[in-house]
């Protein structure tokens, strides 16, 4: 390789096989600027570096937990691992259990005869849940570990040597505990995941009546805006009974329907009727009814497990000082009251007071969120707040933060992390409806939307709710809706900040225009 003298800003590197022409960075790029921070960065830990510390050799670690166990968690066996000190000679510290009931009575027995006051198992599946109860109950202190973080250790080549890595891991603290409620929470966690299931199955069978419909040429969802509504069920039972005249059908429409005329109706329920779609139309008829009352029988035991629920402990801390809000901060009085939730699949019991008591704050104020929203959410995180140490670490852990990859100096991605989260699915759904409002978190989602587009806004928006949520119920204070005004004067402000800080990076000073008198 030969260089050619220097020619101004550039230099031409020559090889064989190919040439290599380098710029100088200019002052204003992004890779000068990172260039800065990384040397900020540097000059900062070695200023840290120069203060005395006490050095520890690299190969000691202390342990965290010494009686720890490690359990790999299988649907037909479970592998123990123990602490091998206070073993007898020859005695393995590894044992294999069956997943019955007197098998796992024998392992906790066997964890309690060693002293053993912790364990940590990988979340597999759901085999492990009968196994976690038991071990809670017996007092042992139980961390339930995500296996995607474990899964890059080197050596694990089978379920023997599985359960001594998450032993050893877990002894010296490097296993991260992943979060689950109290009892009563998950009681209720169960209820409502059934009764999302049991939604999903009757809007199954409303697909099945449609497609029988359309079958026959009877185009009823086009007409009517619900299908399985007042209207649409009455049509629907006749034409089951029987009645095929359009216009004695069309008479029980209701007055309110207003999506069609009389006339559309008619013509959309002349139509050949077929005996195999009759008796599908029945058979899902039949199903989707049968969904209903168990939706009925799911709100009355969730009703009980709200019951079981105890009330709000007053807050152990007082909120934070904010900065002084002005005093028309607070919304106008035109904003219309929540109308209550009526549908389909709408809770048939009144869930608002139970919730009030539980949480000690009404969160049904929140832009976005309704009373079923709300019951989900409690059934998801719960209401003790103190499992998070922060508003941020509450975001990270429904994966509405974004994102951090950096390599090198530079960042690769900010794009948030796949979590499979039903808390956060709630909330983004609840996002979405708030973006439709005219409030300060409605114009937040509008205005991210606007630069940045729909998902990311609603991830923004859903972020905010989650930040609202936290507070309320940690320090147990009434959500107050600011004032529109108010947000688009801060808005604007955060705006011109920015505006003038582009325009100094390119060498320029934004000045505010003087109007002509």
């Not at 209550?340 to 539980?358: E, M, W, Y």
């Not at 707040?385 to 508003?391: F, G, K, Q, T, V």
């Not at 507070?471 to 808005?491: G, I, P, R, W």
Request: glycine share 6%; hydrophobic share 40%.
């Amino acid at each position: 390789m030969r260089l050619c003298p220097e020619a101004g800003p550039e230099k031409l590197h020559y090889n064989c096989n190919y040439k290599v022409r380098t710029m100088k960075t200019p002052v204003s790029s992004s890779a000068a600027k990172r260039r800065v921070r990384n040397v900020k960065k540097l000059q900062g830990q070695t200023r840290a570096r120069s203060l005395p510390v006490p050095v520890k050799p690299l190969d000691e670690l202390t342990p965290v937990h010494r009686r720890a166990a490690g359990i790999d968690v299988g649907s037909a066996e479970n592998y123990v691992a123990i602490p091998a000190e206070g073993l007898a000679a020859g005695e393995s510290s590894v044992r294999i259990f069956g997943v019955f009931s007197a098998e796992q009575d024998a392992l906790v027995e066997w964890l309690q005869q060693h002293q053993v006051t912790t364990a940590a198992m990988e979340a597999t599946g759901i085999y492990w849940v009968s196994l976690y109860d038991k071990l809670e109950a017996a007092g042992i202190e139980v961390y339930l570990v995500d296996p995607h973080g474990v899964k890059a250790v080197p050596g694990r080549k089978s379920d023997w040597l599985d359960c001594q890595w998450l032993q050893k891991l877990h002894t010296y603290g490097l296993l991260a505990r992943a979060f689950r409620p109290d009892l009563p929470v998950r009681r209720l966690r169960t209820l409502t995941r059934q009764r999302t299931e049991l939604v999903c199955c009757g809007v199954t069978h409303q697909h099945h009546m449609d497609k029988a419909l359309v079958a026959m040429n009877l185009h009823l969802s086009l007409v009517l805006s619900d299908l399985v509504g007042d209207t649409g069920l009455r049509i629907i039972q006749a034409i089951l009974d029987g009645q095929r005249d359009p216009q004695q059908l069309v008479q029980l429409r209701d007055e309110r329907c207003k999506k069609s005329s009389i006339a559309e109706m008619e013509a959309a329920l002349t139509g050949t009727y077929d005996e195999e779609q009759l008796f599908i139309l029945r058979q899902s008829l039949e199903g989707w009814q049968f969904y209903q009352n168990q939706l009925q029988q799911c709100d009355q035991r969730i009703e009980q497990a709200l019951a079981a629920i105890p009330k709000a402990a007053p807050a152990a801390t007082k909120a934070p000082v904010l900065k002084p809000i002005p005093a028309d901060a607070a919304a106008k009085a035109t904003r219309r009251p929540k109308r209550p939730h009526k549908g389909n699949n709408a809770p048939t019991v009144d869930f608002s007071q139970a919730l009030l008591r539980i949480c000690g704050t009404d969160l049904m104020k929140v832009c976005g969120l309704n009373l079923l929203s709300v019951l989900m959410l409690i059934g998801e995180i719960g209401v003790d707040m103190s499992r998070w140490r922060s508003a941020r670490a509450f975001c990270s852990w429904m994966g509405l933060c974004p994102g951090a990859r950096i390599s090198g100096g530079k960042v690769l991605s900010r794009r948030t992390r796949k979590v499979n989260n039903r808390a956060a699915t709630i909330l983004r759904l609840a996002a979405w409806a708030a973006g439709k409002t005219d409030t300060w978190i409605g114009r937040f989602y509008r205005r991210i939307k606007a630069r940045r587009g729909a998902p990311k806004a609603v991830t923004a928006t859903a972020r905010k709710l989650a930040c609202v949520i936290y507070h309320l119920l940690k320090y147990q204070e009434d959500f107050v809706l600011l004032n529109t005004e108010v947000y688009e004067a801060k808005a604007k402000m955060h705006r011109l900040s920015r505006l003038r800080k582009d325009a100094k990076s390119i060498g320029y000073d934004l000045v505010e225009s003087q109007q002509v008198a």
